[in-house]
């Protein structure tokens, strides 16, 4: 997990150099100041209403994500006994 972290911020460190020499940067920019606008506009619904929904809305989609996923399977399925991943997990 912790090597992950390491190879994606080396990447991150690598890109950014060359985003900025490819004028991406201002690109990046435009993009987040139109989702913010977006973001601020006014609407019939209140936007704090909006932010509950969508907080609820994602903590469904994980509690259904989580119950649909198939069970695992033990190492010896006529002993019923789990496998080291069930123990740590």
Known sequence: MRRNLVTAAIIAVLAAPALYLLGLWAVIADWLVLGLSFLAESTLVPNWLLALLTICAIIVAGILGTALRPPR?????????????????
């Open 73 to 89: 399977e033990s190492a010896y399925p006529e002993t019923s006994e789990p496998t080291d991943k069930d123990a740590a997990g």
